[in-house]
């Protein structure tokens, strides 16, 4: 095994990394370990409208990235390390444990008991701290993690609670019912390269090979990211389809839309409620039919279309924000 570093910490270069390395380099199994910097990942067959308060990421500057596995949402931060190894291998089926053993073995040695649910998650105390997934291409396997080592759990709740409606406090204890960071149970604080160190040992089995990035390696990581991690159409054109209702009141009144949301794109939306307005409701709906399900582009059409002031009390901007929270 050979262990290929990214010294990176943005998200769409290390998902990009991954792909690239999985697809180009065929000479040896290969361990990968990284950290994000503040990004929500989530998996190929998730919702992001589902999963993710929306709202909160564009307010806090927070990506979101679609990973090539399926499973389900992921925080990840500087105080957690994303692990991956690609592994050339005839088996079809999903196989978690020869993966994650070695990371069991690796915090058991820091002194903590960590143990294997038997799905895809590794607790302690019977709180996760690492949630794993696999997906193959041809021979090969990818199995890939994450590890809550010194993540900010707060940040986290803010960032993955859907319902903006929740109320921040409870949902963070309810949160903290369920995972913990790893360095909450060690015998003594370790840094986080310490920590990286310990667990490069058990996941390499004492192979200590490396492969340098070079700069051409490098120059296609970051096309890669551009082009299939990055852009809209990668992360959000690949929801699946979804019907979903809003309603607002504002000072103008009460207001309702319906849309049916298909690969990101409304393609079909209704309107109604006891507001006053210029336009007919079809003015309104006809707009929006063939936007992003995005809230930059709602806005941006509702004003070219010439909506906003057209809605007594209500502006562009209320909408945008009702309609894509």
Known sequence: MIQ?????????????????????YREDDVLLLWRNRPAVVVGCYQNICREVHMRALLERGIPV???????????????????TFIEHSPE???????????????????????????????????????????YRLGDCIVHHGSLLYDTNIERMVASTTVDPYKILSKSIKSVRDRVTNISEHLPRRLSVEE???????????GSTDTYTVTP?????????????????????????????????????????????VQKGIIRSASVWGDFFSTLSAEAITDALTGCRYDRAAVLDTLRKNRIDGAVYQISAADMAALIAD
């Not at 990176?8 to 690239?20: I, L, T, V």
């Not at 399926?70 to 692990?83: A, E, K, L, N, R």
């Not at 990286?196 to 058990?202: D, G």
């Open 4 to 24: 290929i570093e990214t010294t990176s910490h943005d998200p769409f270069f290390n998902q990009a990394f991954e792909d690239y390395v999985f697809r180009n």
């Open 216 to 260: 051409e390696d490098d120059a296609r990581i970051r096309q890669l990211a551009q082009e299939k991690f990055s852009a809209w159409d990668a992360i959000y054109g690949k929801n699946p389809r979804f019907n979903l209702e809003r309603t607002g009141r504002f000072p103008g009144g009460k207001l309702t839309f319906r849309m049916d």
């Open 195 to 205: 920590f990286k160190s310990c667990m490069v040992r058990h996941l390499m089995h």
């Open 92 to 134: 079809q089926q999903i196989e978690f444990t020869q993966y994650i053993g070695p990371v069991v073995d690796a915090v058991r040695e820091l002194g903590a008991d960590a143990g294997f649910n038997g799905r895809n998650d590794l607790l302690i105390d019977g709180k996760k701290f690492s949630g794993n997934a696999q």
């Open 65 to 83: 990235v679609r990973r090539m596995s399926g499973g389900g949402t992921v925080y990840t931060d500087p105080g957690g390390w994303q692990f």
